[in-house]
């Protein structure tokens, strides 16, 4: 079995403030859209809902600079033979390969950490689709400050509803996220190593 210390702390700990606010944004979404078979004060669920915001916004800051910084940033742009051939071996690995016991075509490092369709979904979302929902956030939350903003994009309903597919998108992702997480060499491997920072991976047999 290798170890490889793919997840220095300063990134596992954003990691799981992260997932854990992520989490809260949408469950204190969902008090908002149904307070009323909660039980919960709708004033409550909003308030949580935008404390828990502000530091999602705080968290990408974090993010962003870190990863600007020290120049990690680029293990999220996949390069042009990463697309034209190793997204189609991924794509194989995920719709037949793990099913029939096939490796994993993939083999992490320090340096380039995600296959390059983990860098697409990630790169979209991270400098994209977060910062769209942070941005569309801060506009319902501050709506008079920002009416001209507001106005310029339509409106308050098409920045609600723009808010809400994300919101959608990121529960799923959540989901989806977490599938995929105990797809290792075990359920938990995924799991430990982001609270370890070390990735265990098989050795290989030829």
């Not at 502000?54 to 968290?59: Q, S, T, Y």
């Not at 071996?89 to 390059?116: D, L």
Request: glycine letters at 6%; aromatic letters at 18%.
């Amino acid at each position: 079995m290798k170890r490889i210390y793919l997840h220095p702390l300063p990134v596992r700990i954003w990691h799981w403030i992260h997932a854990a606010c992520i989490t809260l944004l949408v469950i204190t979404g969902v008090f908002i859209r149904y307070s009323e078979h909660f039980g919960i004060p709708l004033r409550t669920a909003v308030k949580a809902h935008n404390i828990v915001g502000i530091i999602v916004a705080l968290d990408f800051l974090l993010w962003f600079g870190y990863y600007v910084f020290t120049g990690k940033i680029k293990i999220y742009f996949p390069t042009k033979e990463e697309l034209l051939k190793q997204a189609i071996r991924q794509i194989r690995y995920y719709s037949y390969g793990i099913f029939v016991g096939e490796p994993n075509p993939f083999h992490p490092t320090p340096e380039n950490k995600f296959n390059p369709l983990q860098k697409t979904a990630y790169l979209s979302i991270m400098l994209f689709l977060l910062p769209l929902q942070i941005f569309t956030g801060f506009l319902l939350l501050y709506p008079d400050e920002f009416r001209e903003v507001i106005e310029f994009f339509g409106g308050i309903r098409v920045i609600d509803t723009i808010h809400v597919l994300l919101f959608f998108f990121f529960a799923s992702f959540i989901i989806a996220h977490f599938y995929l997480a105990t797809l290792g060499h075990t359920p938990l491997a995924h799991f430990k190593a982001m609270i370890t920072g070390w990735e265990e991976e098989p050795e290989e047999h030829h």
